[in-house]
């Protein structure tokens, strides 16, 4: 347990479906982070929050959309995916501010995706 | 365009130690970061560098030269649990994580 808490762990969804993902943190940190993580690939960043505000979003389709209600709690709703989604989605959360542990980001476990 | 390179996979013995490299080409420098990844598991922090040279935590150590664009990972004493993959990362001059794809490395008896 990272203290990062993300649910489900694995989900399996048709084209058609609609879906969400859940991560929650309680470290107090300022910040969280979508990512998606395919095998044999870097780590892709797909949104940014902080103090609750969306930051970035880097260029990510529509059929993803992050929601961050508050501080602690990030979801990713899943509408329409196709295929190539099929990845594990990272949610991560960092202090933020300044100084040498600002950036240094907490991970959950991951989400497994498999889009059918 | 920006880039962070590293083996795809390396294997060593137990007992042993290992150097995982990272080469970067990045616009600007802020810090390196080095993350492990058990299989199914969150990747976990390991450690910075932002300044020249080695870092020593215990059975791992993380070297920097910030010069050459080269960090390395250095494993002693390995152990089975160390089978996992490494990932490097760096922030640019925008505070951007630029990732590598990963070092899988395998721990054989």
């Known amino acids: 347990e990272t203290g990062v808490t993300q649910t489900p762990r694995h989900l399996v969804m048709g084209m058609t479906n609609k879906k969400s993902l859940k991560c929650e943190q309680h470290?107090?940190?300022?910040?969280m982070y979508w990512y998606k993580q395919s095998a044999k690939k870097p780590l892709e960043l797909m949104f940014v929050y902080s103090l609750e505000e969306r930051v970035e979003n880097n260029s990510v389709p529509s059929r993803f959309s992050p929601e961050c209600p508050n501080s602690s709690h990030l979801f990713l709703h899943l509408h329409t995916l196709q295929p190539e989604d099929s990845a594990l989605y990272l949610c991560a959360s960092s202090p933020g501010g300044e100084g040498s542990g600002a950036n240094v980001l907490t991970f959950g476990a991951g989400s497994r995706l498999t889009v059918l | 365009g920006q880039n962070i390179d590293q083996p795809t996979e390396m294997t060593a013995t137990e007992g042993a130690i290992v150097q995982i490299n990272c080469t970067y080409q990045?616009?600007?420098?802020?810090?390196l970061f080095w993350y492990q990844q058990h299989a199914g598991e969150a990747p976990t922090f390991l450690s910075y560098?932002?300044l020249d040279g080695l870092e020593e935590k215990g059975r791992f150590s993380s070297f920097l030269s910030r010069s050459k664009g080269y960090s390395y990972l250095l494993l002693k004493e390995l152990q089975m649990k160390d089978s996992a993959s490494y990932l490097c990362?760096?922030?640019?001059?925008?505070?951007?994580?630029?990732w590598g794809a990963g070092t899988k490395l395998i721990i054989k008896p």
């Open positions: 560098n932002v």
């Open positions: 470290l107090g940190h300022n910040a």
């Open positions: 990362a760096v922030i640019d001059s925008n505070y951007q994580l630029i």
């Open positions: 990045t616009s600007g420098f802020n810090g």
